[in-house]
């Protein structure tokens, strides 16, 4: 199984800006589609965006379209989730998942990824 490490969560104001990591230190991400999810206290992890393998593509929940944006970077076999204009009901733990040569869609789900990451706590407050 792919080993993930996440790093980038913090506590940031209602607006502001965090970019999340999913580093995977000697894997080759590219034929590996990263999923992100989160879960917020006494709900369930949720999807929030998702890229494919081979960058076919990539998929947000409507909750985020638009103020978060996902991108890799081969050469540091690293994902990063790009979060703007953030709210406090983006107060989550955040999760990035990886699963081999998968298409990302708008039913990508937890079920379908196989390693996880420990998550990262990301907190939006005033």
């Known amino acids: 199984q792919v080993q993930l490490v996440e790093s980038g969560g913090g506590l940031v104001q209602p607006g502001g800006s965090l970019r999340l990591s999913c580093a995977a230190p000697g894997f080759t991400l590219d034929y590996y589609a990263i999923g992100w999810f989160r879960q917020a206290p006494g709900k369930e992890r949720e999807g929030v965006s998702c890229?494919?393998?081979?960058?076919?593509?990539?998929f947000y929940e409507d909750s985020v379209k638009g103020r978060f944006t996902l991108s890799r970077d081969n050469a540091k076999n690293t994902v990063y989730l790009q979060m703007n204009s953030l709210k406090p009901e983006d107060t989550a733990v955040y999760y990035c998942a990886a699963v081999w040569d998968y298409y990302c869609s708008a039913y990508f789900a937890v079920s379908d990824f196989e390693s996880w990451g420990q998550g990262t706590q990301v907190t939006v407050s005033s």
């Open positions: 890229i494919s393998s081979k960058d076919r593509g990539t």
